[in-house]
């Protein structure tokens, strides 16, 4: 399988949307509420996503739950969204990205850029740009560029993920690639499991889906 790699990639989906540096506790807490309130003004929206990125898990895993109950449509928003997620790992968090991805009556756009934060919770080194989505019938590397990253803030939630949560993730992938009523959905899943089978952390993702299924 050919791969396209691009170093940093994360950093160039997002770079300027988000802010630099640790918040003090106050404006944390006002980015909570800015994320929640604001989503009229699109551009104050991002901004306050963005800054989450720099609050502590306590604040920002509240603000996110409530943000993937009704993700935004647009694609530089929700690919905020997902990024921004991906640097708390938190159990729960991973639930509502998997209730976005898997829910059929949403856009397929939405869907599909939803998968980065899933993404860097199998590997938080790897992330990827999804392109073409409104096209039909095209190849794996076609919809996805993949890529990585050597340094990845995260901090860990309330509710750690489980143990097997990155096999649990993959397998998840798997299901959508033989069930999605999708096709493009089902192509961008097929290749992702793929991708993170035949990776060095493969033996370790095949371990936990094991396990995952012998304790279900």
Same mark, same amino acid.
């Given at each position: 399988?050919?791969?396209?790699?691009?170093?940093?990639?994360?950093?160039?989906?997002?770079?300027? +949307?988000?802010?630099?540096? &640790?918040?003090?506790?106050?404006?944390?807490? $006002?980015?909570? /509420?800015?994320?929640?309130?604001? /989503? $009229?003004?699109?551009?104050?929206?991002?901004?306050?996503?963005g800054?989450?990125?720099?609050?502590?898990?306590?604040v920002?895993?509240?603000?996110?739950?409530?943000e993937?109950?009704?993700?935004?449509?647009?694609?530089?928003?929700?690919? +905020?969204?997902a990024?921004?997620?991906?640097?708390?790992?938190?159990?729960?968090?991973?639930? &509502?990205?998997? /209730?976005?991805?898997?829910?059929?009556?949403?856009?397929?756009?939405?869907?599909?850029?939803?998968?980065?934060?899933?993404?860097?919770?199998?590997?938080?080194?790897?992330?990827?740009?999804?392109?073409?989505?409104?096209?039909?019938?095209?190849?794996?590397?076609?919809?996805?560029?993949?890529?990585?990253?050597?340094?990845?803030?995260t901090?860990?939630?309330?509710?750690?993920? /489980? $143990?097997?949560?990155?096999?649990?993730?993959?397998?998840?992938?798997?299901?959508?690639?033989?069930?999605?009523?999708?096709?493009?959905?089902?192509?961008?899943?097929?290749?992702?499991?793929?991708?993170?089978?035949?990776?060095?952390?493969?033996?370790?993702?095949?371990?936990?889906?094991?396990?995952?299924?012998?304790?279900?």
């Amino acid at each position: 399988m050919r791969i396209e790699r691009f170093a940093g990639l994360v950093i160039a989906l997002c770079l300027l +949307l988000t802010t630099a540096g &640790a918040q003090a506790p106050s404006k944390c807490r $006002a980015a909570d /509420r800015f994320a929640l309130a604001q /989503r $009229a003004n699109q551009s104050t929206h991002r901004r306050a996503l963005g800054n989450l990125q720099s609050c502590s898990a306590s604040v920002a895993t509240p603000a996110l739950l409530i943000e993937w109950q009704t993700p935004p449509a647009d694609a530089i928003t929700i690919q +905020l969204l997902a990024k921004t997620t991906g640097q708390f790992r938190d159990q729960r968090l991973v639930d &509502a990205v998997m /209730r976005t991805v898997a829910n059929a009556n949403l856009p397929r756009d939405v869907r599909v850029r939803s998968l980065n934060a899933l993404i860097s919770y199998i590997d938080q080194h790897s992330a990827a740009i999804f392109r073409r989505l409104d096209e039909d019938g095209l190849s794996g590397p076609a919809y996805v560029l993949l890529g990585s990253v050597d340094h990845v803030p995260t901090e860990i939630g309330a509710i750690p993920f /489980r $143990a097997s949560a990155a096999g649990e993730i993959v397998e998840f992938l798997a299901t959508l690639h033989a069930k999605d009523k999708d096709t493009t959905v089902r192509t961008v899943a097929g290749y992702l499991v793929e991708y993170f089978r035949t990776t060095p952390s493969a033996a370790r993702l095949r371990k936990e889906s094991k396990s995952h299924r012998k304790n279900h």
